[in-house]
């Protein structure tokens, strides 16, 4: 395990936080290695990064394969904004009953 400083540690930390998706995780997963003995837990210790991130990262490096993040792809909408009416059909509905 490699001694870093508090100023190597802060420029580490503000280049990953620069970085996203698959790029910050092999970037994570590189630091991990060269200076942490491929230890996620030291990571998550020394940067404060989530340590399963950085294990998906090594796995990332070693298998060659990256995993496929779609954060960005549409949700699916509630059914009160999708049918307007759906609601008020619901208390006139259980109106008669309350």
Not at 51 to 77: H, I, Q, Y
Not at 85 to 91: F, G, H, K, R, S
Request: hydrophobic share 40%; proline share 5%; aromatic share 6%.
């Amino acid at each position: 395990m490699v001694n870093l400083l508090a100023p190597h540690i802060k420029t580490i930390k503000d280049a990953a936080k620069k970085l996203t998706g698959e790029k910050r995780r092999a970037f994570q997963a590189q630091v991990a290695i060269d200076c942490l003995n491929s230890k996620p837990y030291l990571a998550e210790k020394m940067f404060g990064w989530d340590r399963r991130t950085v294990e998906l990262g090594l796995n990332e490096l070693c298998t060659g394969l990256v995993c496929f993040n779609d954060f960005k792809a549409p949700s699916n909408k509630k059914a009160e904004t999708k049918k307007p009416q759906l609601e008020l059909d619901i208390v006139a509905l259980a109106e008669p009953e309350s």
